[in-house]
């Protein structure tokens, strides 16, 4: 009996230093899917092997193992039954998209509020798998998604095998705990690449409500290529159109915008894009050549927008800046501020600073709320 609970507890020791070697930033990048797996399984055998290494009820060893297995248990059990039930009449169509992405619409309606994310489950390419996106909209419901390896890349192989084709699915969800944009007076929502997602559901949110609830939106959307502007082409033109909104779109690639803004090539997509939704191509010197880009570009909009601003922009934007335009253009210092942004953690990291930095000048209160992907 002794050898056993030896044996045991090296085998649980062995589990948890699997699990802490397999957190490595790298290695959750790269093989999330690997990663997650991995998590369940080792969870289980440290339940398991720690339970047989003190297997005594007089100690409080074993009483913890069964309490916190029962906890997990029975969230996998709730979850389940959430998928199962919204399995029912329930299908997605699949829809590719420029420069490695996709949008995914589902048939059966759910509730969810804006910014949340929710589990989808697609058995006809993961049996076993699910996998967390944020909902554009939840009538109907609507991911965009950035393609990588995995789940989205297979996801993206059957929209373009077969575009239009109807896949069964169902969702585990929605959840998050977002602020209630609506409170504030102001709203400066950032995003990078796909990050997008969360705060066009924000914005759109705010532009149908049945009252005007904010002053004013600044949307600002950083991407590295032009053709990313496609992923979310209606959901411009809804805010492009509203007179609230301050449109910011900074395409990173010189070459792309460059290419963008060339009498030779009419046909391309961003041109398309801007066309559509009255956007103004805005070349680097009128960005950035004033001490306040942020008013440089504002005098740059035209009638046509009203009194809104909708640009696309060379390079990236300095969000110290504009998260200073934004809080000097308030003229209250009673109005309330929130900042909420979501892309990559270069970007979420610069947004902090820039919050933390403009209230150390004094002004108007800034709420922060960030969401931060990795992979």
Same mark, same amino acid.
């Given at each position: 009996?002794?050898?056993?609970?030896?044996?045991?507890?090296?085998?649980?020791?062995?589990?948890?230093?699997?699990?802490?070697?397999?957190?490595?930033?790298?290695?959750?990048?790269?093989?999330?899917?690997?990663?997650?797996?991995?998590?369940?399984?080792?969870?289980?055998?440290?339940?398991?092997?720690?339970?047989?290494?003190?297997?005594?009820?007089?100690?409080? #060893?074993?009483?913890?193992?069964?309490?916190?297995?029962?906890?997990?248990?029975?969230?996998?059990?709730?979850?389940?039954?959430?998928?199962?039930?919204?399995?029912?009449?329930?299908?997605? /169509?699949? #829809?590719?998209?420029?420069?490695?992405?996709?949008?995914?619409?589902?048939?059966?309606?759910?509730?969810?509020?804006?910014?949340?994310?929710?589990?989808?489950?697609?058995?006809?390419?993961?049996?076993?798998?699910?996998?967390?996106?944020?909902?554009?909209?939840?009538? $109907?419901?609507?991911?965009?998604?950035?393609?990588?390896?995995?789940?989205?890349?297979?996801?993206?192989?059957?929209?373009?095998?077969?575009?239009?084709?109807?896949?069964?699915?169902? &969702?585990?969800?929605?959840?998050?705990?977002?602020?209630?944009?609506?409170?504030?007076?102001?709203?400066?929502?950032?995003?990078?690449?796909?990050?997008?997602?969360?705060?066009?559901?924000?914005?759109?949110?705010?532009?149908?409500?049945?009252?005007?609830?904010?002053?004013?939106?600044?949307?600002?959307?950083?991407?590295?290529?032009?053709?990313?502007?496609?992923?979310?082409?209606?959901?411009?033109?809804?805010?492009?159109?509203?007179?609230?909104?301050? &449109?910011?779109?900074?395409? /990173?690639?010189?070459?792309?915008?460059?290419?963008?803004?060339?009498?030779?090539?009419?046909?391309?997509?961003?041109?398309?894009?801007?066309?559509?939704?009255?956007?103004?191509?805005?070349? $680097?010197?009128?960005?950035?050549?004033?001490?306040?880009?942020?008013?440089?570009?504002?005098?740059?909009? /035209?009638?046509?927008?009203?009194?809104?601003?909708?640009?696309?922009?060379?390079?990236?934007?300095?969000?110290?800046?504009?998260?200073?335009?934004?809080?000097?253009?308030?003229?209250?210092?009673?109005?309330?501020?929130?900042?909420?942004?979501?892309?990559?953690?270069?970007?979420?990291?610069?947004?902090?600073?820039?919050?933390?930095?403009?209230?150390?000048?004094?002004?108007?209160?800034?709420?922060?709320? /960030?969401?931060?992907?990795?992979?």
């Amino acid at each position: 009996m002794k050898e056993v609970n030896n044996y045991t507890g090296a085998i649980a020791c062995c589990a948890m230093l699997i699990i802490g070697i397999s957190t490595i930033t790298y290695f959750m990048r790269r093989y999330y899917e690997l990663f997650y797996m991995l998590h369940i399984i080792m969870f289980i055998l440290i339940m398991i092997t720690v339970g047989m290494h003190r297997p005594k009820f007089s100690t409080s #060893t074993l009483i913890i193992v069964i309490f916190t297995a029962s906890l997990w248990a029975m969230d996998r059990i709730i979850r389940s039954a959430k998928i199962v039930w919204n399995f029912f009449g329930n299908s997605l /169509t699949v #829809t590719a998209l420029p420069n490695n992405a996709i949008r995914v619409k589902l048939s059966r309606r759910m509730h969810s509020t804006p910014g949340s994310h929710a589990l989808l489950w697609v058995p006809a390419i993961r049996w076993v798998e699910s996998h967390p996106f944020t909902l554009v909209s939840s009538n $109907p419901p609507e991911f965009v998604v950035r393609v990588y390896d995995g789940f989205t890349r297979d996801l993206y192989k059957a929209a373009q095998e077969a575009p239009g084709r109807s896949l069964r699915c169902s &969702v585990d969800g929605a959840y998050g705990q977002v602020p209630n944009f609506k409170v504030f007076d102001k709203v400066v929502l950032v995003a990078g690449g796909s990050g997008a997602s969360f705060t066009f559901a924000i914005a759109l949110d705010l532009i149908e409500a049945s009252k005007k609830v904010v002053k004013a939106i600044d949307f600002i959307w950083i991407v590295r290529h032009k053709e990313s502007l496609e992923w979310f082409a209606q959901e411009l033109k809804q805010l492009q159109s509203h007179p609230e909104v301050n &449109v910011f779109i900074y395409v /990173t690639r010189q070459a792309d915008l460059s290419d963008t803004s060339s009498p030779t090539s009419p046909g391309s997509l961003s041109e398309k894009v801007a066309a559509k939704d009255d956007i103004i191509l805005t070349e $680097p010197s009128s960005v950035f050549s004033t001490n306040d880009p942020e008013k440089g570009v504002a005098q740059e909009s /035209t009638d046509s927008i009203s009194s809104s601003t909708n640009q696309i922009l060379q390079g990236r934007p300095n969000i110290g800046n504009l998260i200073a335009a934004a809080a000097a253009g308030s003229g209250n210092l009673e109005d309330r501020i929130i900042v909420g942004a979501c892309g990559p953690s270069e970007l979420m990291s610069t947004t902090r600073k820039a919050v933390n930095d403009d209230l150390l000048k004094g002004g108007p209160s800034i709420t922060l709320y /960030t969401e931060e992907f990795e992979w």
